[in-house]
């Protein structure tokens, strides 16, 4: 029987929560959220800033979600001032990780080799890495999209064992569809397009580790989601959930989009 697989919602909840204060705020507003249950069906993943990993892991704890770093680097401990390690994070009991989110690969430089050695960094700590790959708006426009995908998946997974590619969250971010701030329009790809990507990220693993692999791995969707969204871009797509940005911040509507998923 083939096996039933959850739903996936991570909040990525950026450079915000500026105060101890908004931090102990949004965690008491979600801890009502949570007691009113309604997601047992999918898999729902907390991504604050790294200050505040510590803080969410001990208070979530055995609550039913899980807590996610947004960055590591790829060395386990050493001269890197300012970064935080797969150990460290493993030690304060996070489980998570995004890795290759477009404003680190297009505003800080990242690229396909540095995303590679971070999957491995967190896979060999059993840390679940959240893959980020996606397009611009000009690669889309020169019919670059299928070029582009496919190296940054090739690239990014380069000598990481088949067997571990079921335990990464494959998250689909086309840039050109993402908000650029508060009252910022987004671009909203229909479900057919989404659909055309996952098909295409099926086939590029099929390619290369076969079949059987691809069909074990899970796809999300990021791209400046909301409950207006959610149903054409996560659901008629048959992406298996959703990467969250701006929606995160309020712990109200990010559990709605957790519920909204469940059914």
């Not at 931090?23 to 309604?38: A, C, F, P, Q, T």
């Not at 807590?67 to 001269?79: D, M, P, S």
């Not at 150990?87 to 990780?97: L, S, Y």
Request: proline share 4%; hydrophobic share 40%.
């Amino acid at each position: 029987m083939k096996k039933h697989k959850k739903k996936i919602i991570v909040a990525n909840i950026k450079m915000n929560l500026l105060s101890v204060l908004e931090r102990d705020n949004y965690l008491k507003s979600l801890e009502g959220e949570i007691k009113k249950g309604g997601f047992d069906d999918v898999e729902v993943i907390f991504c604050p800033p790294s200050v505040y990993l510590e803080s969410f892991s001990k208070t979530l704890k055995g609550k039913k979600v899980f807590v996610g770093a947004q960055n590591i680097h790829w060395e386990k401990k050493g001269t890197f001032t300012g970064e935080i390690s797969a150990p460290m994070v493993k030690g304060i009991n996070a489980t998570h990780v995004i890795i290759g989110h477009s404003e680190r690969r297009h505003g800080l430089g990242e690229d396909n080799e540095m995303v590679n050695r971070k999957l491995k960094a967190a896979l060999e700590e059993g840390i679940t890495p959240i893959f980020c790959f996606g397009e611009t708006r000009n690669e889309r426009d020169l019919g670059a999209t299928k070029d582009v995908i496919t190296k940054q998946i090739i690239e990014g997974l380069g000598d990481i064992s088949p067997m571990k590619l079921s335990k990464i969250i494959f998250a689909y971010e086309p840039v050109w569809a993402i908000s650029a701030g508060p009252g910022m329009p987004s671009v909203v790809p229909n479900s057919n397009e989404i659909m055309e990507l996952r098909i295409l990220v099926k086939k590029i693993i099929t390619e290369k580790y076969g079949a059987s692999r691809a069909e074990e791995i899970r796809i999300t969707y990021g791209g400046s989601v909301n409950a207006n969204i959610l149903k054409p871009t996560c659901l008629d797509s048959g992406m298996d959930g959703a990467l969250v940005g701006g929606e995160s911040l309020i712990p109200l509507k990010f559990m709605e989009l957790a519920r909204m998923l469940n059914k």
